[in-house]
């Protein structure tokens, strides 16, 4: 598939697409980027190789596509607080954010999208995974999206797996609210308010009940949902290199950084884009 600025090369069946023969760092027409955030709509996450983006031009081009958020936990490089180092170093043995997730949605407020750059990358292994949630939600059984509509379930930054995730970077880099507890209430089922279509709203790392129910109570069908989200069929993969950029739909999407490189660096730049309230 072709427009008129670049190529379009679906990565998966469910979700992810390279975009082939544009260079971010240029000064992109505004064509070029309704053309850009149309395929984010249609993918959920797309995948850019051999950019040259320092960090004035990374935060410049995010702004082309909404307003840069600091993350709650960790400050950003120097000079740029919206711009956060996700990194594993060579003696760590846990890496950022490690397991499948929506980016902060213990927040009023979760992103919209995400931006990931990498700028040192490992001899192998450190690929991303990312999941459809669209399609999850479109592969329950008509008797458990009836269950499930009405629900809403309880995000907490405080989740024992993902907090074990950002240990190495608070120690370094923690924020004064580094120890916050952060909480937030969503749907289980969210409505995308760009495309009207539904999308399951939960996910392991952050989601630890449903609102009106204990852990307890809610752990059965939590557990079949984390399941079903990330089934291999509703997934992409990618490898990374050095330059390479992923923009990632929040809201419709979840990813998975797969630590499989111990003894080797890989460093990356993120930038978060605000969002709204989920519905």
């Known amino acids: 598939m072709r427009n008129t600025e670049f190529e379009i090369k679906p990565l998966a069946g469910a979700i992810g697409a390279e975009l082939l023969g544009i260079d971010l760092g240029a000064d992109l027409s505004e064509a070029t980027?309704?053309?850009?955030?149309?395929?984010?709509?249609?993918?959920?996450?797309?995948?850019?190789?051999?950019?040259?983006?320092p960090p004035e031009r990374f935060l410049a081009l995010s702004r082309r596509f909404g307003t840069p958020v600091e993350y709650p936990?960790?400050?950003?490089?120097?000079?740029?607080?919206?711009i956060i180092a996700v990194a594993k170093l060579e003696h760590e043995r846990v890496n950022f954010g490690g397991i499948w997730h929506a980016d902060t949605t213990y927040q009023q407020t979760p992103p919209m999208g995400t931006l990931l750059i990498a700028r040192e990358i490992p001899p192998y292994g450190g690929d991303t995974l990312f999941a459809n949630q669209y399609l999850a939600w479109e592969t329950l059984s008509a008797g458990m999206q009836r269950l499930l509509a009405p629900l809403r379930a309880v995000s907490t930054s405080a989740k024992a797996d993902v907090s074990r995730t950002r240990e190495d970077r608070l120690?370094?880099?923690?924020?004064?609210?580094?120890r916050e507890t952060l909480e937030a209430e969503h749907p289980v089922m969210r409505i995308h308010p760009e495309t009207g279509r539904p999308a399951l709203y939960v996910n392991v790392a952050h989601t630890a009940r449903f609102v009106g129910m204990t852990e307890e109570e809610s752990a059965p069908l939590l557990h079949f949902l984390f399941a079903h989200q990330v089934r291999p069929e509703l997934t992409c993969r990618f490898r990374w290199q050095p330059g390479s950029l992923a923009f990632w739909d929040n809201r419709c999407a979840q990813h998975n950084p797969i630590n499989d490189y111990h003894g080797y660096r890989r460093v990356m730049h993120r930038i978060?884009?605000?969002g709204d309230r989920p519905a």
């Open 272 to 274: 978060t884009l605000a």
């Open 171 to 178: 120690r370094s880099d923690g924020t004064a609210a580094a």
């Open 73 to 82: 936990f960790l400050k950003g490089i120097e000079g740029f607080p919206e």
């Open 33 to 53: 980027v309704r053309a850009i955030r149309q395929a984010l709509l249609d993918h959920l996450v797309i995948f850019f190789r051999d950019q040259e983006l």
